[in-house]
């Protein structure tokens, strides 16, 4: 579920940006205080391994799919939320360079997604207490559904915050509803999946190690002490499941449900009532904050338009005006033309096979 | 695995790319990166309907795969491999957008389809910007570049672990796969039971190796911090770069320079 | 006779999980001496050689490096005199170049850019692998990472070079050409290595370690000419003494 730059608008990925660099210090800051001497090759290590690990499929039985973990789940439980969090950006921002999954802009919330919500909520909210109450030696059921819980809900908060980014910068015409009713329970069926997987390799590591998950079983030193209720947790979590909508058929051949979801969905245009309520609400949020002064929430019930009080900037005519598609046809064609030169040039000097 | 092997080698790739000495290779890292990042936010901050309008910004890429001498074709491929999610997306655009927009000769277009077309031309800007930063600095340039803007050295460093212990691992995790393959396993796509044992394995040898790099790493006086390299001169021509590219940036987003052309083009002609 | 370089004492040490691995292991090394270091897998070469720059502290017993005695308060000292290189080079270049890997230690001990520069080109000039500096390690083969992560361990200007298997994994010509550079350097040496041939190309004197104990302690002619004591620890003579009739 990797965030691309042609959906943002530059308000929403600044803002998350902010959120995510003011994480980023944060837990750097937490890092030079760790009493663990061995953290930076361990964090530089245990990355590579998710990213390794990230390219390394298993199949879902049942479905003729494969699935692989995320991994922020399993650095949070071996490195602390604060290195885990360090380290998933990493592979973040190697994925987003080198791989193009993801863009700069995107960036900062797809180390939201996928960073802060399983470091920061995932852990310990829900794994870190559950283990805690779960003693010294849990069964390995225990683990397992105490894992794919967590697993489910980090997943399910950063399919949300997909959704919620994609809403506010306006550039997809996605109604809420329909979106949530896409991303939710795709991501409720991998969560399951990731999770099952992820409590596999626990299992294995921990009976293999077991020192590496002592710090799970004692009790926090140096930051409070999110007490909280089990019942009142399992609850939570419970609730955050059913909201993420029907239970869907099983997800994918694809590690993102998210291109898969998409793909077979053949466009309920049925935007319920519920979706716009919610829109209204983001668009009298929007308007009370004016957080995106030139972008209107798009609503189902009327057609949307992007502003047009300001004169300066183009409006839909101009692009389609006579003028605009002749200028774009010359446009794109010296566009063209200048790639043709330069790909010419760089064959004529160059050895290399594109 | 064929698709892991190909993926590193594209990494490999770009670092050679990023290697050689080209005018793009010796501007300042910190040049590149807010240029690409200005770059960026120009291209998101067009109104959902911008098709035609975003097309001279397209001079910028093609423009940094010149100077870089990177190969066009390999931006190209990686930009059609690239993870289509923001297309998928967009592609509900016609359906939810019905609202018609007059064209000229009057014709009509749904004003979905002209926000999927503004969504395709963003996505192969931005990420070919983003691919041509990388070949066209190098990972550890890139690394430093980010850390003079103040990037805390926790990230920087870890990225530059993560590079370096990658194709490690991946060798490891490759050669173990395939030990496993011969013996009758399957090559893609493990059954459950054998993916935690092939992966414990691998994540048990990790945690070794990570022992081991930090006994060396001690040995040779490690305190805590990896050192700073040498940093960068920051000289006139990245000033230029990075001036004259934010003019070009400004001057397209306020100017619907193909439109200008275009009722250039008619008036010469009537 | 000189004031040993390297003094070990009676030490003794456990893993944490409580499997000991040295016994009252006690031996010294004076100034310019290369010491091989013996014994079949688990006899606890690599615990030993750890506890020389301080990575493991000991459980009992001490180690004494230059007069002091090592300990947590000094171990930054220690690992400057202490120059340890290691048996999987990989472990060792994690810089993302090589002149980045060699100059780390030198850039650890407070050292100025230039000053560091210039030992960085030194290092690498000793080992041959000056055309290598902006290499990126992935890039090397395994003779020239051995050079490499050499060259990192000497730019520190050590007293002391602690090799665990140095000829793990080499081509017959890098291992001749290690051969060389250790008969050649002028530091104390210890080696670890199951290349018998090599210890007794480079080495005056010979330890072996059985089962966490210093078993023998003598010149490589008397070691590898004493067969029941190599069949005890589960070793062989050099193979060029087991081709002899």
């Given at each position: 579920m990797h965030m691309a730059d042609a959906l943002f608008s530059p308000a929403v990925g600044a803002t998350f940006w902010a959120a995510s660099a003011v994480t980023l210090v944060a837990a750097s800051r937490r890092l030079q205080s760790d009493q663990r001497e061995d953290l930076v090759p361990l964090m530089g290590v245990l990355a590579a391994f998710v990213f390794t690990a990230q390219m390394i499929n298993f199949t879902i039985p049942g479905t003729g799919s494969s699935g692989h973990i995320g991994g922020g789940l399993l650095l949070s439980i071996l490195l602390g939320p604060h290195a885990a969090f360090i380290a998933i950006a990493s592979v973040l921002t190697v994925q987003a360079l080198f791989f193009a999954d993801g863009g700069l802009l995107a960036l900062g919330a797809n180390m939201f997604n996928m960073g802060v919500c399983t470091c920061f909520v995932a852990y310990p909210l829900i794994y870190r207490p559950l283990m805690r109450h779960a003693g010294a030696k849990p069964s390995r059921q225990r683990v397992a559904w105490i894992t794919t819980l967590a697993t489910v809900l980090g997943l399910q908060l950063g399919a949300l915050g997909v959704v919620v980014q994609t809403q506010l910068s306006g550039i997809s015409s996605l109604p809420l509803g329909g979106f949530l009713l896409l991303m939710q329970p795709i991501h409720l069926a991998i969560g399951l999946v990731e999770g099952v997987a992820t409590a596999a390799l626990i299992v294995f590591v921990r009976e293999a190690r077991p020192d590496l998950f002592a710090r799970d079983a004692l009790p926090a030193q140096a930051a409070p002490q999110v007490r909280v209720p089990a019942r009142w947790l399992a609850g939570f979590a419970a609730l955050a499941v059913l909201t993420g909508g029907v239970m869907s058929w099983f997800a994918s051949s694809h590690p993102d449900g998210l291109e898969w979801s998409i793909a077979r969905v053949t466009g309920q245009a049925n935007v319920a009532d519920g979706g716009s309520r919610v829109h209204a609400l983001l668009a009298s949020l929007q308007a009370e904050t004016a957080l995106l002064p030139d972008y209107a929430l798009p609503s189902a019930s009327e057609p949307s338009r992007s502003e047009p009080e300001q004169p300066a900037w183009p409006t839909v005519e101009a692009g389609t005006s006579l003028a605009g598609i002749v200028g774009g046809v010359v446009t794109f064609a010296l566009v063209l033309l200048v790639g043709l030169v330069v790909r010419r040039r760089q064959r004529l000097t160059l050895h290399v096979q594109p | 695995m064929c698709n892991r092997d190909a993926a590193l080698r594209e990494i490999a790739s770009l670092q050679d790319a990023a290697a050689r000495d080209t005018p793009l290779g010796r501007l300042d890292p910190r040049a590149k990166i807010l240029t690409v990042l200005g770059f960026a936010v120009v291209v998101v901050s067009f109104d959902r309907y911008a098709v035609t309008a975003l097309l001279p910004l397209a001079l910028f890429p093609l423009g940094l795969a010149a100077a870089g001498c990177i190969p066009l074709g390999v931006i190209l491929r990686k930009v059609l491999i690239a993870s289509p999610f923001a297309l998928m997306v967009g592609l509900f655009n016609p359906w939810f957008d019905t609202q018609s927009v007059a064209l000229a000769g009057g014709l009509h277009i749904g004003a979905g389809w002209l926000s999927l077309a503004s969504i395709v031309i963003r996505f192969v800007l931005t990420v070919s910007a983003t691919l041509l930063l990388v070949a066209g600095t190098g990972v550890v340039p890139l690394c430093h570049g980010l850390r003079a803007l103040g990037v805390p050295p926790a990230l920087t460093q870890q990225l530059l672990l993560l590079q370096r212990y990658t194709l490690v691992l991946t060798g490891e995790a490759t050669r173990m796969q395939l030990a496993h393959a011969l013996r009758?396993?399957?090559?893609?796509?493990?059954p459950l039971a054998q993916w935690a044992s092939l992966l414990g394995h691998l994540l048990l040898r990790a945690l070794q190796r990570a022992q081991r790099v930090h006994q060396a790493m001690l040995s040779r006086g490690f305190a805590g911090a990896l050192p700073v390299a040498n940093s960068y001169g920051w000289h006139s021509c990245d000033t230029l770069f990075l001036l004259g590219c934010s003019a070009f940036f400004v001057l397209v987003r306020g100017v619907h320079l193909p439109q200008a052309l275009g009722a250039v083009l008619l008036r010469v002609a009537a | 006779m000189s004031a040993p370089v390297l003094e070990v004492c009676a030490l003794a040490f456990a893993y944490p999980d409580g499997q000991q691995a040295l016994f009252d292991v006690s031996f010294a090394v004076t100034a310019g001496e290369a010491v091989g270091i013996i014994g079949s897998n688990g006899a606890g070469k690599s615990t030993l050689l750890l506890h020389l720059n301080g990575v493991h502290q000991a459980a009992q017993g001490h180690v004494v490096v230059n007069g002091q005695v090592v300990s947590r308060g000094n171990v930054q000292q220690v690992r400057r005199s202490v120059g340890m290189v290691f048996q999987d080079p990989d472990d060792q270049l994690f810089m993302p170049t090589v002149a980045d890997d060699v100059a780390f230690g030198p850039s650890n001990m407070g050292l100025s850019t230039s000053e560091v520069a210039s030992r960085v080109a030194q290092a690498l000039d000793a080992v041959g692998a000056a055309h290598l500096a902006q290499r990126a390690p992935y890039r090397l083969s395994g003779g020239e990472k051995r050079a490499v992560a050499l060259a990192g361990v000497l730019a520190m200007r050590p007293d002391v070079l602690v090799l665990d298997e140095p000829s793990a994994a080499l081509d017959p010509l890098a291992r001749r050409r290690l051969i060389h550079w250790l008969r050649e350097l002028p530091h104390t040496r210890l080696i670890a290595s199951h290349d018998l041939d090599l210890v007794q190309d480079v080495c005056s004197r010979v330890l072996v370690l059985r089962e966490g104990r210093l078993v023998a302690d003598g010149t490589p002619a008397a070691i590898f000419a004493d067969a029941a004591l190599l069949q005890r620890c589960h070793l062989e003579p050099p193979l060029r003494q087991q081709a002899k009739p």
């Open positions: - | 009758g396993g399957a090559l893609r796509g493990l | -």
